[in-house]
C-alpha cells in the first residue's frame, strides 16, 4: 500500500479539485455547458469541465514527479491533444473524421516517441495455443488500432455519471493492488495520477444526490484522455520485459468498455452505420430501458467491472492458459450483452402487453 504515499496521488487530487471549482466558475463564459437535446436527458445547463479539469491536475502531478525510463512530456503531449480536440467537439460539435485525426495522431506520437517502458503492441500472448502470437511487423498499425479502440471505448461509455471514471477507477485499483510485481516507474506515476484526478472527479460526479449541486461531466475532453490513459498503462504493462501480465488479461480490466463497443461496432456495422454513429443502444441504455435508474446502472456496471477485473486476474494467478482465458472473456462479454438486451426486450414486452390490455379494455367500454 506504500502507492497511496506517493506523490502524484495527492497532487493530482488537489490540483483537479482546484480547477473543477475554479473552472466551474468560467463554464459559461467558455461554452462548456451540457444542455438537454436529442439523446441527452439530464436536467438543466450542466458544466463540462471535468476533463479539463483531470487533465490538469493528470499533467502537473506527472511532470513534477517525473519518473524516468518512459517519457512523461510525450504522454502529456498525447493527452493535450486530446482534451483540447475534446474541448472543441464538446463546444462545437466536431465531424468524427476529425475526432479520428485527432485520435490516430495523439496514438502515432505515443508510438513514436515513447521509450524505455515501450507503448508498443508487439506480441498478443498465446492466445490460440498454438504459440505467442507475435505482431511486431505490424506493431504501429496494431498499436494505434489498440489506443484508438481504448479512445472510443470510454467515449461510448460517458453517458451516465459516475460510470466512466467508476469503471476506469476500478481497473486502476486492480492494476495498482493485486498483481504481485508493480508498475514501470512512469507508468506506476501516470496511473497513481490517473487515481487523483478520477477521485476528485467523481466527487462532483458520481451519482450520490449530496452532490447535485456542484454536479459536472467529463465530455469528451475527459473521455478520450481517460482511454488513452488506460490505453498506455495497460499496453505497456502487457508488452515486452515491463510486462505484469498476459494481454488478455488486461482486457479482462476493462471488460464493459470493451463489451460495450465491440458491441456497438458490430451493430452498426450490421445496419450499415458508421463505426461513430451515436445510439441509444450501449449497455447502459439496454439497462436502463430495462427499468433500473441511471444511480442503479451505474452501480451495476462498475460491480461488473471489478468482478470481470477479479476474473482475469485469477486466471493470470492461476496460470491458466490464455485461450482459456480469451474464450471466458468472450462468454463473460457476449454474456452481459445477451442480459442487458434481454432484460430490455422483456421490459418492452410487458410495457406493449400492458398497453395493449389498456386499448382493449377502453374499446369494449360504452361510448
Known amino acids: 500500500m506504500s502507492h497511496w504515499l506517493t506523490a502524484p496521488v495527492w497532487i493530482s487530487a488537489a490540483v483537479t479539485m482546484a480547477a473543477m471549482v475554479s473552472l466551474r466558475v468560467v463554464a459559461v463564459r467558455l461554452g462548456l455547458l451540457d444542455r438537454p437535446a436529442g439523446h441527452k436527458r439530464h436536467q438543466g445547463a450542466i458544466p463540462v469541465v471535468g476533463g479539463l479539469a ?10 513534477l514527479t517525473p519518473a524516468g525510463g518512459f517519457d512523461a512530456a510525450v504522454f502529456v503531449v498525447g493527452a493535450a491533444i486530446l482534451v483540447v480536440v475534446g474541448a472543441l467537439d464538446d463546444t462545437f460539435t466536431l465531424p468524427s473524421w476529425l475526432r479520428l485525426v485527432a485520435h490516430t495522431s495523439a496514438a502515432l506520437w505515443l508510438y513514436s516517441l515513447s521509450t524505455s517502458a515501450g507503448v508498443r503492441l508487439t506480441s498478443l500472448g498465446n492466445l490460440l495455443g498454438t504459440g505467442v502470437l507475435d505482431v511486431s511487423a505490424f506493431a504501429p498499425l496494431a498499436t494505434v488500432f489498440v489506443i484508438v479502440a481504448g479512445i472510443n471505448a470510454f467515449n461510448m461509455l460517458d453517458g451516465l455519471d459516475g460510470l466512466a471514471g467508476g469503471v476506469a477507477l476500478v481497473a486502476l485499483l486492480l492494476l495498482l493492488t ?26 462532483f460526479n458520481a451519482p450520490l444526490g449530496l452532490n447535485r449541486r456542484w454536479r459536472s461531466f467529463m465530455g469528451d475532453a475527459g473521455s478520450t484522455v481517460l482511454g488513452f490513459a488506460l490505453a498506455t498503462i ?4 502487457s508488452q515486452g520485459i515491463g510486462r505484469l501480465a ?10 464493459v468498455p ?4 465491440w458491441c456497438s461496432t458490430l451493430r452498426r456495422a450490421l445496419r450499415g452505420q458508421s463505426p461513430f454513429h451515436a445510439d441509444n443502444e450501449h ?23 471489478l ?5 482475469g486476474l485469477a486466471l493470470e494467478r492461476a496460470g491458466a492458459p ?39 379494455g377502453g374499446a369494449q367500454r360504452p361510448g
Open 283 to 305: 449497455l447502459h441504455h439496454m439497462l436502463m430501458a430495462a427499468g433500473l435508474s441511471a444511480r442503479a446502472t451505474c452501480a451495476v456496471l462498475v460491480l461488473v467491472a
Open 234 to 237: 495497460l499496453l505497456g504493462s
Open 54 to 63: 483531470m487533465f490538469i491536475g493528470l499533467a502537473v502531478a506527472v511532470l
Open 258 to 261: 470493451a463489451t460495450d463497443l
Open 246 to 255: 498476459a494481454p488478455i488479461t488486461m482486457v479482462w480490466l476493462v471488460l
Open 178 to 203: 493485486a498483481l504481485p510485481h508493480s508498475l514501470a516507474p512512469t507508468l506506476a506515476q501516470i496511473a497513481l495520477a490517473l487515481v487523483g484526478a478520477l477521485g476528485a472527479f467523481l466527487l
Open 322 to 360: 490464455e485461450w482459456l482465458s480469451l474464450l471466458l472473456l468472450l462468454l463473460a462479454g457476449w454474456g452481459l450483452a445477451a442480459v442487458a438486451y434481454v432484460l430490455r426486450g422483456l421490459r418492452q414486452r410487458a410495457a406493449g402487453t400492458a398497453n395493449g390490455g389498456r386499448l382493449a
Open 307 to 311: 468482478l470481470g477485473g477479479l476474473a
